[in-house]
């Protein structure tokens, strides 16, 4: 019996991870490191994206992963200049230098 709620009990949890955050969550929740403003957002496999993921040497196993672009973190909600014009999101992966975020979603300021 205790095997069995083991592994129900990990399966769950596998599945929480796996499944992939709601669109326009709200900024609170985004515990990845800063919000970013990035000038564009798209899939891993568009033209404009994966030749940027080949030069840096970077492979992703799924190329549907939402991509930021030319991103800048926004660290002060609500003060005067923490304005984003262009698309806000938060990210898994802001470990390329502003030049490409990974695993974007989008927030909710």
């Known amino acids: 019996m205790q095997f069995k709620l083991a592994f129900v009990t990990t399966a769950l949890a596998t599945l929480a991870v796996a499944t992939p955050a709601p669109r326009g969550e709200p900024a609170s929740s985004c515990t990845t490191g800063p919000i970013q403003c990035c000038d564009s957002v798209?899939?891993?496999s568009s033209s404009a994206?994966?030749?940027?993921?080949?030069?840096?040497?970077?492979v992703l196993q799924d190329l549907n992963v939402e991509v930021g672009l030319t991103c800048t973190p926004i660290t002060v909600i609500g003060?005067?200049?923490?304005?984003?014009?262009?698309?806000t999101v938060c990210c898994q992966d802001n470990s390329h230098g502003?030049?490409?975020?990974?695993g974007c979603v989008p927030v909710t300021l």
């Open 98 to 102: 502003g030049l490409i975020s990974i």
């Open 79 to 87: 003060a005067g200049g923490s304005s984003c014009s262009a698309q």
């Open 42 to 44: 798209q899939s891993a």
């Open 49 to 58: 994206v994966a030749p940027i993921l080949a030069l840096l040497g970077i």
